[in-house]
């Protein structure tokens, strides 16, 4: 046996497409998800551009319904996950060891297995297009449209599998942050002393955990009903299409607060740091971000209001979800307090949290009009919703990303994003996204329902169409002065040292960037903003002069293959579950293999 | 330059500015499909709902963001090396903003409640009740007290409760008329249901608002609000049998509706051949002002394009796909044929 | 070159075994969809055969069965924990038997169901739900038999991996095979003596 393990060497590449390939550090993680994650924005970009080209015009015969249905599903699906959940992904690679004091995470190569999975998971779910019909039923695949009578092809197996696949990568790295959260803070390091993102990448990866098996569920019984005859969703055996949706939104639900929860955590590091202020108020917000965890298990149904529960039902669900609006409000006045008697730099960083309290002020009001279930009969299915939902998702989750990105791109790079273009950056996106978005609002009272591929020309809603196809083409542009700037920095951006912004927490204790071990020695932590107190005190060494001594003696886990090859195995069995059972068992033999080289390599080679 | 004073003014007149404009601009009852334009009882409570929360919001907003924009603007650093006072939190601050939000919350919540009941059944009980059978993509209208069947067109009496029954063989479709009342879906193996009543006279736009298939956004309807006069000289008609047809024209016609397949998908009262139930009964398809679930008027030039084409005006419809003029060479019709058949068809009235 | 630090944890848990609770919190949610979707259509087929198909006192054997191979999993942990590898061999080599003799009985009962009374998944809703739930069961059982055999295998050859850490590798199996007993406990309560007594067929 271990002749057999040791016929298989440990990889050592030091430098190019190998090292990455079977790297375990974090830090390379982060990046991975962080530059794939960009791509498929872009993608998912591009699926908007053509759908608003096509609506800019009634009457449009730009892309047939057929194409259409496509774009919208694959639009909102690459988004939400190939985009905004791996973006988030990125940050919580990056950061949460650096912020809590630790090397690495808990489990290194579960840690790059996640990534991969992601990668293939998407890799197959894109692929549809090229393969003779992508998704078209949406992203929310109401049954019983996706039964292979209403929806026939295999694009409705690419969406089980698909998102079945990505969900085993979201639960892996959940359950790697937990953990890593939970069990590895450094000494000193009490919960109520961590940072804010580190409690809200805690509670966004409880509410993966328990989110992502209710949908798991669904797709099982999508995929047993279209392959194998099954009668979960099928109204002549005398089921209930309304099951589905049931069982979509209790994890859709959850799902929302697993897109916003992380963008919250980064405002709230990013918002102290430039007023030179702690977060106001930090018990309060920790809870409030529990308690939405909580609270968003128990309004699923406000996405059902028109389906005919019943005014009961109805009502409860609305009072569940007005009352949700609490803890949020509550987290925007204390970001406000935050600020309040502060010294407010206005960085491109700081621009865009600020933009994210406005929008999602917006976004989170227009959430409560929902909410109002005998309104929301009126606004349901409409624009009204689109306008809602990208002003929580984009001016929400999408602000706070870039406001990370400007804030912890030294950290990751020694380098800083150029100032200057990101304020333009930054005007652009917040005004494109207005233009874009607002109307929307206007459209939905106007009665525009949603995914229609076209609208006729007597409605009065030309005007407001164009503005906003206007407006993302805007947002189009915005991308691309923000693209300039990453790779223009990157070459040649401005070194920024370990502590660029006279930060408050332990990342920037370190220098940019950090090396391999990430801490020569791993702090005690006597109090939060540990790292801002010691420099009030003048006790902290400089963390540049840090790099005058080296790591020798840290023991890291090593880099493998492993989590690659299994990946892969994984890939093969899920476009096996598409397109041959023999391939699947193909597939399932090489997981299972790597499963047991996984489970006999020791975390860290005998000889590192 | 920028005094507190100032910052205090311009800020919140600005934000009033932004959202009186964009709130002109965004009324606009005239259109067809707008929820501002309530036409009935049902619509006009949810109308009501949603302007209360409408200012309460715009409120909120303005106090909140002006808050923002005034804490950014004056908070700013001056670069005279200011070092804020650490402050970490305030009690009494923590909960008035949880207390207050609260309240406003459980005011609201009140109307909601009450008004769900109210949109859920009609108060004083039902005047009449039509059965909506939604398909890919077409409406099946009936009324079971008097034994109407009509397609895409529903007529209703002016100041009637009208109870909405819902059904489908098919897929989930919803049933949005937003002028008289907010959307019930259409669920597959059981019935839903809502009630709306038009209190003025006139014709309401409608629309499917559930993602049905390919030609969802070509599934459209009409709902003509009648006096209780005409209503019943309408009910009248539509339970008659077909017109006969008269000219040579619209003879050819009829027989062509045979010949080419027709009637294997549509029901003609009075022409026992006619009795496919797939697609909407026609009997009466000259009398109503759309064709083809309410996409184009039901003008002589359009039901020729429709007959001509049915695909180039609702891509992904059933009619071509299965309709044997469309699918089979030796079937398919030519000009003089489209002509006798819009002629026979606009003669059903 | 000497370690620069011990390998601590913030709540002296063991990484691994936290994860594993985690990890068997998500099947929670996992089997409790299944449950819920089979409640939910519980009497609700339009045809063919129900719940009276159900042999209670063969299935009583079967779970018996299971709940025995959870005690012998207890004996194999507390074995090795001891460093006792032959009695270890014995007891899991049992549990395995015993779980595969499980999975022995719920083959037949598919298999009874299927020729005999003609129920099939794609019959109606009743078989729907209870081959999916009750398979993705089977399914888990026979992972969990798969798992055994292999720490029978690493008690010949890698003795050290089962043993050390108080023998958390056996421990993350012992907890993984008590979860899935309990959810046969769930299940067999639910479809069998409840629902039986509900349909009024028991």
């Given at each position: 046996m271990?002749?057999?393990?040791?016929?298989?060497?440990?990889?050592?590449y030091?430098?190019?497409?190998?090292?990455?390939?079977t790297?375990?550090?974090?830090?390379?993680?982060?990046?991975?998800?962080?530059?794939?994650?960009?791509?498929?924005?872009?993608?998912?970009?591009?699926?908007?551009?053509?759908?608003?080209?096509?609506?800019?015009r009634?009457?449009?015969?730009?892309?047939?319904?057929?194409?259409?249905?496509?774009?919208?599903?694959?639009?909102?699906?690459?988004m939400?996950?190939?985009?905004?959940?791996?973006?988030?992904?990125?940050?919580?690679?990056l950061?949460?060891p650096?912020?809590?004091?630790?090397?690495?995470?808990?489990?290194?190569?579960?840690?790059?297995?996640?990534?991969?999975?992601?990668?293939?998971?998407?890799?197959?779910?894109?692929?549809?297009?090229?393969?003779?019909?992508s998704?078209?039923?949406?992203?929310?695949?109401?049954a019983?449209l996706?039964?292979?009578?209403?929806?026939?092809?295999?694009?409705?197996?690419?969406?089980?599998?698909?998102?079945?696949?990505?969900?085993?990568?979201?639960?892996?790295?959940?359950?790697?942050?937990?953990?890593?959260?939970?069990?590895?803070?450094?000494?000193?390091?009490?919960?109520m002393?961590?940072?804010?993102?580190?409690?809200?990448?805690?509670?966004?990866?409880?509410?993966?955990?328990?989110?992502?098996?209710?949908?798991?569920?669904?797709l099982?019984?999508?995929?047993?009903?279209?392959v194998?005859?099954?009668n979960?969703?099928?109204?002549?055996?005398?089921a209930?299409?309304?099951?589905?949706?049931?069982?979509?939104?209790?994890?859709?639900?959850?799902?929302?607060?697993?897109?916003?929860?992380?963008?919250?955590?980064i405002?709230?590091?990013?918002?102290?740091?430039?007023?030179?202020?702690?977060l106001?108020?930090?018990?309060?917000?920790?809870?409030s971000?529990?308690?939405?965890?909580?609270?968003?298990?128990?309004?699923?149904?406000?996405?059902?209001?028109?389906?005919?529960?019943?005014?009961?039902?109805?009502?409860?669900?609305?009072?569940?979800?007005?009352?949700?609006?609490?803890?949020?409000g509550?987290k925007?006045f204390?970001?406000?307090?935050?600020?309040?008697?502060?010294?407010?730099?206005m960085?491109?960083?700081?621009?865009?949290?600020?933009?994210?309290?406005?929008?999602?002020?917006?976004?989170?009001?227009?959430?409560?009009?929902h909410?109002?279930?005998?309104?929301?009969?009126?606004?349901?299915?409409?624009?009204?919703?689109v306008?809602?939902?990208?002003?929580?998702?984009?001016?929400?989750?999408?602000?706070?990303v870039?406001?990370?990105?400007?804030?912890w791109?030294?950290?990751?790079?020694?380098?800083?994003?150029n100032?200057?273009?990101?304020?333009?950056?930054?005007?652009?996106?917040?005004?494109?996204?207005?233009?874009?978005?607002?109307?929307?609002?206007?459209?939905?009272?106007?009665?525009?329902?949603?995914?229609?591929a076209?609208?006729?020309?007597?409605?009065?809603?030309?005007?407001?169409?164009?503005?906003?196809?206007?407006?993302?083409f805007?947002?189009?542009?915005?991308?691309?002065?923000?693209?300039?700037?990453?790779?223009?920095?990157?070459?040649?951006?401005?070194?920024?040292?370990?502590?660029?912004?006279?930060?408050?927490?332990?990342?920037?204790?370190?220098?940019s960037?950090?090396?391999?071990?990430?801490?020569v020695?791993?702090?005690?932590?006597?109090?939060?903003?540990?790292?801002?107190?010691?420099?009030?005190?003048?006790?902290?060494?400089?963390?540049?002069?840090?790099?005058?001594?080296?790591?020798?003696?840290?023991?890291?886990?090593?880099?493998?293959?492993?989590?690659?090859?299994?990946?892969?195995?994984?890939?093969?069995?899920?476009?096996?579950?598409?397109?041959?059972?023999?391939m699947?068992g193909?597939?399932?033999?090489?997981?299972?293999?790597?499963?047991?080289?996984?489970a006999?390599?020791?975390?860290?080679?005998?000889?590192? | 330059?920028?005094?507190?004073?100032?910052?205090?003014?311009?800020?919140?007149?600005?934000?009033?500015?932004?959202?009186?404009i964009?709130?002109?601009?965004?009324?606009?009852?005239?259109?067809?499909?707008?929820?501002?334009?309530?036409?009935g009882?049902?619509?006009?409570?949810?109308?009501?709902?949603?302007?209360?929360?409408?200012?309460?919001?715009?409120?909120?907003?303005?106090v909140?963001?002006?808050?923002?924009?005034?804490?950014?603007?004056?908070?700013?650093?001056?670069?005279?090396?200011?070092?804020?006072?650490?402050?970490?939190?305030?009690?009494?601050?923590?909960?008035?903003?949880?207390?207050?939000?609260?309240?406003?919350?459980?005011?609201?919540?009140?109307?909601?409640?009450?008004?769900?009941?109210?949109?859920?059944?009609?108060?004083?009980?039902?005047?009449?009740?039509?059965?909506v059978?939604?398909?890919?993509?077409?409406?099946?209208?009936?009324?079971?007290?008097?034994g109407?069947?009509?397609?895409?067109?529903?007529?209703?009496?002016?100041?009637?409760?009208?109870?909405?029954?819902?059904?489908?063989?098919?897929?989930?479709?919803?049933?949005?008329?937003?002028?008289?009342?907010?959307?019930?879906?259409?669920?597959?193996?059981?019935?839903?249901?809502?009630?709306?009543?038009?209190?003025?006279?006139?014709?309401?736009h409608?629309?499917?608002?559930?993602?049905?298939?390919?030609?969802?956004?070509?599934?459209?309807?009409?709902?003509?609000?009648?006096?209780?006069?005409?209503f019943?000289?309408?009910?009248q008609?539509?339970?008659?049998?077909?017109?006969?047809?008269?000219?040579?024209?619209?003879?050819?016609?009829?027989?062509?509706?045979?010949?080419k397949?027709?009637?294997?998908?549509?029901?003609?009262?009075?022409?026992?051949?006619?009795?496919?139930?797939?697609?909407?009964?026609?009997?009466?398809?000259?009398?109503r002002?759309?064709?083809?679930?309410?996409?184009?008027?039901?003008?002589?030039?359009?039901?020729?394009?429709?007959?001509?084409?049915?695909?180039?005006?609702?891509?992904?419809?059933?009619?071509?796909?299965?309709g044997?003029?469309?699918?089979?060479?030796?079937?398919?019709?030519?000009?003089?044929?489209?002509?006798?058949?819009?002629?026979?068809?606009?003669?059903?009235? | 070159?000497?370690?620069?630090?011990?390998?601590?944890?913030?709540?002296?848990i063991?990484?691994?075994?936290?994860?594993?609770?985690v990890f068997?919190?998500?099947?929670?949610?996992?089997?409790?969809?299944?449950?819920?979707?089979?409640?939910?259509?519980?009497g609700?087929?339009?045809?063919?055969?129900?719940?009276?198909?159900?042999?209670?006192?063969?299935?009583?054997?079967?779970?018996?069965?299971?709940?025995?191979?959870?005690?012998?999993?207890?004996?194999?942990?507390?074995?090795?924990?001891?460093?006792?590898?032959?009695?270890?061999?014995?007891?899991?080599?049992?549990?395995?038997?015993?779980?595969?003799?499980?999975?022995?009985?719920?083959?037949?009962?598919?298999?009874?169901?299927?020729?005999?009374?003609?129920?099939?998944?794609?019959?109606?809703?009743?078989?729907?739900?209870?081959?999916?739930?009750?398979?993705?069961?089977?399914a888990?059982?026979?992972?969990?038999?798969?798992?055994?055999?292999?720490?029978f295998?690493?008690?010949?050859?890698?003795?050290?991996?089962?043993?050390?850490?108080?023998?958390?590798?056996v421990?993350?199996?012992?907890?993984?095979?008590?979860?899935?007993?309990?959810?046969?406990?769930?299940?067999?309560?639910?479809?069998y003596?409840?629902?039986?007594?509900?349909?009024?067929?028991?």
């Amino acid at each position: 046996m271990a002749s057999i393990a040791s016929a298989f060497s440990r990889p050592k590449y030091p430098v190019g497409i190998w090292n990455w390939a079977t790297t375990i550090d974090h830090k390379k993680i982060g990046a991975l998800y962080g530059i794939t994650a960009f791509i498929f924005f872009l993608i998912g970009g591009l699926e908007a551009l053509i759908m608003r080209a096509q609506l800019a015009r009634p009457e449009h015969a730009m892309v047939t319904p057929e194409v259409f249905s496509q774009l919208f599903t694959m639009h909102a699906l690459t988004m939400i996950f190939l985009g905004v959940m791996p973006l988030s992904a990125a940050f919580f690679n990056l950061i949460v060891p650096l912020m809590i004091g630790a090397r690495d995470v808990a489990f290194p190569r579960l840690n790059a297995f996640s990534y991969w999975v992601y990668l293939f998971g998407a890799i197959l779910l894109q692929s549809g297009w090229l393969l003779g019909g992508s998704p078209n039923s949406g992203w929310f695949a109401y049954a019983p449209l996706t039964a292979t009578s209403f929806s026939p092809g295999s694009g409705m197996e690419f969406y089980a599998v698909g998102l079945g696949v990505l969900g085993v990568s979201s639960l892996a790295a959940a359950f790697n942050f937990i953990v890593t959260i939970i069990n590895m803070r450094a000494p000193g390091m009490t919960l109520m002393r961590m940072p804010v993102f580190i409690w809200m990448t805690l509670i966004t990866s409880f509410l993966l955990v328990t989110a992502f098996p209710v949908i798991t569920v669904g797709l099982v019984e999508l995929y047993f009903d279209r392959v194998f005859d099954f009668n979960f969703f099928n109204t002549q055996a005398g089921a209930d299409p309304i099951l589905w949706q049931h069982l979509f939104w209790v994890f859709g639900h959850p799902e929302v607060y697993i897109l916003i929860l992380p963008a919250m955590g980064i405002v709230s590091e990013v918002l102290p740091t430039f007023s030179k202020k702690p977060l106001f108020g930090y018990p309060v917000v920790v809870l409030s971000g529990i308690t939405i965890g909580f609270m968003g298990w128990a309004v699923w149904s406000h996405h059902m209001f028109t389906v005919g529960m019943g005014p009961v039902t109805n009502s409860v669900f609305a009072l569940t979800t007005m009352f949700i609006a609490v803890p949020t409000g509550v987290k925007i006045f204390n970001w406000i307090a935050t600020m309040w008697g502060g010294s407010i730099s206005m960085t491109t960083s700081m621009l865009f949290s600020i933009g994210f309290i406005f929008m999602f002020i917006i976004g989170g009001l227009s959430g409560v009009m929902h909410s109002i279930a005998p309104s929301d009969a009126q606004q349901q299915d409409t624009y009204f919703i689109v306008a809602h939902l990208h002003y929580v998702l984009f001016g929400g989750s999408i602000l706070a990303v870039f406001s990370g990105i400007y804030y912890w791109f030294p950290k990751a790079t020694g380098k800083l994003l150029n100032e200057s273009i990101g304020k333009i950056h930054f005007w652009l996106t917040i005004v494109g996204f207005n233009i874009a978005f607002f109307p929307m609002h206007f459209l939905g009272m106007d009665g525009m329902p949603r995914r229609q591929a076209t609208y006729a020309a007597d409605m009065g809603w030309d005007l407001w169409n164009m503005v906003s196809t206007i407006g993302a083409f805007m947002i189009a542009l915005s991308t691309l002065v923000f693209m300039h700037n990453f790779f223009r920095s990157l070459k040649k951006g401005e070194p920024s040292g370990g502590d660029p912004w006279d930060g408050r927490t332990l990342e920037w204790a370190i220098p940019s960037p950090p090396p391999e071990y990430n801490f020569v020695t791993i702090p005690t932590v006597t109090a939060r903003d540990h790292f801002w107190e010691e420099k009030q005190l003048n006790i902290n060494t400089p963390s540049d002069a840090l790099e005058e001594e080296d790591g020798h003696g840290i023991h890291m886990p090593s880099p493998s293959y492993i989590p690659l090859v299994t990946a892969l195995g994984l890939a093969v069995f899920g476009y096996g579950l598409i397109y041959s059972f023999a391939m699947a068992g193909v597939g399932a033999f090489v997981t299972v293999v790597g499963i047991y080289a996984w489970a006999m390599e020791p975390a860290t080679a005998p000889e590192d | 330059m920028f005094t507190n004073r100032l910052v205090k003014l311009i800020v919140p007149i600005t934000l009033l500015c932004v959202l009186g404009i964009s709130s002109l601009i965004g009324c606009t009852p005239d259109h067809p499909m707008s929820t501002f334009d309530a036409k009935g009882p049902v619509a006009e409570r949810q109308l009501s709902l949603f302007m209360m929360i409408l200012w309460i919001a715009t409120a909120v907003f303005v106090v909140v963001g002006g808050g923002l924009l005034y804490t950014i603007i004056r908070f700013r650093d001056k670069g005279d090396g200011f070092k804020p006072e650490q402050t970490h939190g305030n009690t009494k601050l923590e909960i008035t903003w949880t207390v207050i939000p609260s309240i406003m919350l459980a005011v609201v919540a009140v109307p909601t409640v009450i008004s769900q009941f109210y949109i859920s059944s009609p108060p004083d009980g039902e005047d009449i009740r039509i059965n909506v059978d939604a398909n890919q993509w077409w409406w099946e209208i009936e009324y079971p007290e008097s034994g109407v069947v009509t397609a895409n067109e529903i007529h209703v009496p002016v100041g009637k409760a009208v109870g909405v029954y819902l059904t489908s063989p098919d897929v989930l479709h919803s049933f949005w008329v937003p002028k008289l009342a907010g959307k019930m879906d259409i669920v597959p193996g059981k019935t839903t249901y809502m009630w709306f009543q038009a209190d003025e006279v006139g014709n309401y736009h409608g629309q499917c608002a559930e993602f049905c298939g390919e030609s969802h956004a070509y599934m459209r309807f009409r709902v003509i609000v009648d006096t209780e006069e005409d209503f019943a000289i309408w009910q009248q008609s539509q339970l008659a049998d077909a017109k006969t047809p008269d000219s040579d024209q619209e003879k050819q016609g009829a027989t062509l509706f045979i010949t080419k397949g027709c009637i294997a998908c549509h029901s003609i009262k009075g022409v026992p051949a006619a009795a496919g139930i797939i697609g909407p009964d026609l009997t009466h398809v000259g009398s109503r002002g759309t064709l083809a679930a309410g996409i184009m008027d039901m003008t002589e030039q359009n039901l020729s394009d429709w007959l001509e084409d049915p695909n180039k005006s609702k891509p992904g419809n059933i009619m071509s796909k299965q309709g044997i003029a469309y699918t089979n060479e030796a079937m398919a019709l030519t000009s003089g044929d489209i002509s006798n058949l819009v002629a026979y068809l606009r003669a059903l009235k | 070159m000497e370690h620069k630090e011990e390998h601590t944890t913030t709540t002296g848990i063991d990484n691994r075994k936290m994860m594993i609770w985690v990890f068997l919190g998500s099947e929670c949610m996992f089997f409790g969809s299944l449950i819920a979707t089979y409640l939910i259509y519980f009497g609700r087929s339009l045809s063919g055969p129900g719940l009276e198909i159900l042999d209670i006192p063969t299935t009583s054997v079967s779970t018996f069965v299971l709940l025995m191979s959870s005690f012998m999993m207890v004996m194999a942990y507390s074995s090795i924990a001891k460093g006792d590898v032959k009695k270890f061999r014995v007891w899991i080599m049992c549990t395995a038997i015993l779980g595969a003799t499980f999975l022995g009985f719920q083959y037949y009962e598919f298999t009874e169901f299927a020729h005999h009374y003609h129920l099939t998944p794609q019959t109606n809703l009743f078989g729907t739900t209870f081959f999916t739930l009750t398979g993705f069961h089977g399914a888990h059982v026979t992972v969990g038999v798969i798992w055994l055999i292999t720490l029978f295998g690493y008690s010949f050859y890698r003795k050290e991996d089962l043993i050390r850490d108080d023998a958390l590798n056996v421990d993350f199996l012992a907890l993984y095979w008590h979860f899935v007993d309990v959810v046969w406990i769930v299940i067999f309560t639910v479809v069998y003596l409840i629902g039986v007594r509900a349909a009024g067929v028991g």
